[in-house]
Structure formats: C-alpha cells, structure tokens
C-alpha cells in the first residue's frame, strides 16, 4: 500500500544553517505530495505541495522536488531562521482519494 | 476567518466517562476527518466521512463513534473513555481529490484518568 517515510529526528541545526529533511514514499499510480509545518500547541498547516513529477512546490523560503525516478520529496531550505523550529511532516495523497499517508515527522530545533 | 474550528481545545476525562469532540468548517468542503496524534507515532485516522451522510473506518476506530450532522459538523464520540485514549485529535477537513490538501483545526488536548 501506499506510504510515507521521512528521515527521523529531532534535528539541530543553527541559524542561518542549510536544511534538509528527506522524505520517500511509495505509491500506486502518481500521487499529489505535500509537506506541512507544525509550530508548538498548534494544528498542522500547509507548507507547500507538488502534484506532478519533476513539479517544485515552494514557500516562505522551503522548496522540494517532486522525484519520481528516486521516489522522493526532500525539504529543503537555505537559510533556516530559529521562527522555522516546529515540526515537519511529509505526506501523500494516493489511489484513495480519501486518505493522506503521513510521515511520522521531523522535528526541527534552530538554535540562534 | 475561515478554517475548521474544533471544541473543546482541552478536556480531562475519567476513565468510562463519555464526550463528543466538536468540528465544523466553514469552506463548504466535502470530505472531513479526525485524526489523533500520539508522540512517536505520528498521524493516525480515526475515522473520515467523504461527504454528508457517510462515514468510514479509518487506522484507528475502535472505541470511537463519528456523525456527520450536516456538511458543516463532524463529530467525534467516546463513548467510554480509556486512559489509551489521552492524545491530540485533529479535525481536518478538503475538497475536492488527490491534489487537494488538508485544512486542520488547532486541535483537542484529550487526558485521560
């Protein structure tokens, strides 16, 4: 069946310091892909998506690539900011247009 | 603002004693699930209802019961509440399919005793 599977954490970066998260799924037919954030006492919110292959989804500085032929979706930011401390899940929207397969989730500590 | 509004945000039950979850959104979407979350173990689906009127099992459902009131309301039902029941539970409702994403509510804080 259709899965999610992201690096685990907690990871510790500093400010201004280079991120990636990985995130490999895998899936029947050609699922829509997303990442979504969550700060501390909060619900999850959308942080960026890619519905086709080779697709970049981007936002507030995060990027991934939707790569079918390795079968990821790697989280990726430049420059991460201590305000970037939260959690992160990768997840995938399948054959069963009702479901979302989520990843476990990252958690992201930026120390200033 | 529009979104999906869950009631209560926190609640301490004892054990055997019952409670429903309240969850309605505003956007007119079809489809609406709960979602609980537990640490270490990520998101898990309770139960989803893809549109008014149905319901179904998703990963988790045991020990809970769902009513989709109208296309607005979902509720979430213990019906005896086990100290394995303390967790978040998300609302989280979309549109649409496949490349539509969720909207979350803010979430319950669930103990209990």
């Known amino acids: 069946g259709d899965s999610v599977t992201q690096m685990e954490g907690p990871v510790t970066l500093s400010e201004e310091a280079c991120l990636t998260i990985?995130?490999?799924?895998?899936?029947?037919?050609?699922?829509?892909l997303f990442w979504y954030v969550q700060y501390p006492g909060e619900g999850l919110q959308l942080l960026l998506k890619?519905?086709?292959?080779?697709d970049k989804g981007s936002n507030k500085g995060f990027e991934a690539t939707y790569r079918k032929e390795t079968t990821s979706f790697h989280l990726e930011k430049g420059s991460v900011q201590v305000s970037d401390s939260a959690v992160y899940f990768c997840?995938?929207?399948?054959?069963?247009?009702?479901?979302?397969?989520f990843g476990s989730g990252t958690k992201l500590n930026v120390k200033p | 603002n529009a979104g999906v509004t869950q009631t209560p945000k926190f609640q301490v039950l004892k054990t055997g004693q019952s409670m429903t979850l309240q969850c309605a959104q505003d956007?007119?979407?079809?489809?609406m699930y709960w979602y609980r979350q537990d640490p270490g173990m990520g998101l898990r689906l309770i139960y989803y209802?893809?549109?008014?009127?149905?319901?179904d099992k998703g990963e988790v459902p045991n020990g809970y019961n769902v009513s989709r009131l109208n296309k607005r309301e979902f509720s979430l039902r213990l019906e005896s509440a086990a100290p394995s029941q303390t967790s978040v539970y998300f609302c989280?409702?979309?549109?649409?399919?496949?490349?539509?994403?969720?909207?979350f509510g803010s979430g319950t804080r669930l103990t209990v005793v």
């Open positions: 989280a409702s979309r549109t649409g399919t496949g490349s539509y994403g969720y909207t």
């Open positions: 990985n995130c490999t799924y895998t899936a029947t037919g050609y699922p829509s």
């Open positions: 890619a519905t086709k292959a080779d």
């Open positions: 997840a995938l929207s399948g054959g069963n247009f009702n479901k979302f397969y």
């Open positions: 956007m007119n979407h079809n489809s």
């Open positions: 209802s893809a549109s008014e009127g149905t319901t």
